[in-house]
């Protein structure tokens, strides 16, 4: 397991977030009242089944949430600076200086028609206050590509349609940390990968966080990256949060949300000894068709009356550990209703 890097100074805060597609009856909220925060140096998981908002929520820290989804409620904050009422002029400036995001397939992230290092050369003249010479940035970008394992002299000359995946990943990787960002958000970075590529990209992403002191968010559905990259760990279900805390609490604690529970037990190769693999029974359900009280109700072992008709709240302790389970939390005490 990794250790949470000491440094708790919070970069990133997401307070009381709702997102929603739509309008009127057709409306669904991909994010619902979604609230934690990420630290400096921390490297922080957002995870879940596919559909249960991971995307959307990593858009809103960048504020680029794509059409038709709008942020309705709550504010995503940077060092402080709420982000969702800033000017677009403000919000540009600080998505080049601070935050990057590598989007999932990233691999037709690139003009296929000009070299890799004419793109990275059009994005140094947009930002001479980065790097005032473009030698210096040229070479910044060739340690880049010397940290994500790839050879600086052929890929400046390639075109995109010359790598294989799993080279276009990488570079997407470098092109994103080009502007020095202090925080670098990867949606789904090993999902489309084979295994050697998705071995790799991990690796990579420790050497980048211990070599640049780069804060890292990723989005994955894989809780066995999780468990070997992450500091700390958010799982989402059907928009909502249902447990947040260190990837220690996650893996070993006693108090776990079945949902959570039930993703472990699917990935064995994350368990410390042999047990078996259970996949979870049923499905996501519809954002625009949820049931009544706990979402994964349907889904749990543990439902209980309760359960049925009445949301359970993000409950936690002093450690900021903190599950949305009517049953799990109630022998927990003392407990208070907490952001992450
Ligand atoms: N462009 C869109 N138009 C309409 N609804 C959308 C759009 N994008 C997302 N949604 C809604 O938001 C929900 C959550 O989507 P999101 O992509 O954030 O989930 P996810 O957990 O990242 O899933 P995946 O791993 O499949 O990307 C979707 O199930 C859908 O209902």
């Known amino acids: 397991m990794n250790s949470v890097n000491t440094d708790d100074q919070t970069l990133l805060e997401?307070?009381?977030?709702?997102?929603?597609?739509?309008?009127?009856?057709?409306?669904?909220?991909?994010?619902?009242?979604?609230s934690l925060s990420v630290a400096a140096g921390e490297i922080y998981a957002l995870v879940g089944e596919s559909g249960c908002g991971k995307s959307t929520l990593a858009y809103s820290m960048l504020q680029i949430v794509p059409q038709p989804g709008r942020i309705i409620g709550g504010d995503v904050r940077f060092r402080g600076r709420g982000m969702v009422t800033m000017s677009k002029r403000d919000l540009n400036a600080l998505r080049s200086a601070e935050l990057a995001m590598v989007f999932q397939g990233a691999m037709n992230a690139f003009n296929p028609v000009v070299t890799i290092g004419t793109q990275v050369?059009?994005?140094?003249?947009?930002?001479?206050?980065?790097?005032?010479?473009?030698?210096?940035?040229?070479?910044?970008?060739?340690?880049?590509?010397?940290?994500?394992?790839?050879?600086?002299?052929?890929?400046?000359?390639?075109?995109?349609?010359?790598?294989?995946?799993?080279?276009?990943?990488?570079v997407a990787i470098a092109v994103a940390l080009l502007?020095?960002?202090?925080?670098?958000?990867?949606?789904?970075?090993?999902?489309?990968?084979?295994?050697?590529?998705?071995?790799?990209?991990i690796d990579i992403l420790k050497d980048l966080h211990r070599d640049l002191g780069v804060t890292i968010v990723f989005v994955t559905h894989d809780l066995a990256v999780v468990a070997e990259v992450a500091t700390r760990v958010a799982v989402m279900y059907a928009g909502r949060l249902v447990e947040t805390g260190t990837v220690e609490e996650i893996f070993k604690a006693e108090r776990r949300h079945p949902y959570v529970e039930a993703l472990i037990n699917a990935i064995p190769s994350v368990l410390d000894v042999g047990l078996t693999v259970e996949p979870i029974g049923g499905a996501v359900p519809n954002l625009a068709d949820l049931p009544a009280g706990c979402r994964f109700a349907p889904r749990c072992g543990l439902a209980e009356e309760i359960c049925q008709h009445t949301e359970p709240p993000l409950l936690g302790d002093d450690g900021g550990h903190l599950v949305a389970c009517h049953v799990v939390n109630r022998n927990a005490v003392p407990m208070e209703v907490s952001e992450a």
């Open 121 to 170: 050369d059009h994005i140094l003249q947009a930002h001479p206050e980065v790097f005032p010479d473009p030698k210096e940035g040229r070479n910044h970008f060739e340690h880049l590509l010397e940290l994500v394992q790839l050879p600086p002299k052929r890929i400046w000359k390639s075109f995109e349609s010359q790598l294989s995946g799993g080279m276009k990943q990488r």
């Open 179 to 201: 502007l020095q960002p202090s925080v670098v958000i990867l949606d789904e970075p090993t999902t489309a990968l084979d295994v050697l590529n998705q071995r790799l990209v």
């Open 14 to 34: 997401i307070d009381d977030l709702t997102v929603a597609f739509g309008d009127g009856a057709g409306s669904v909220r991909a994010v619902e009242n979604v």
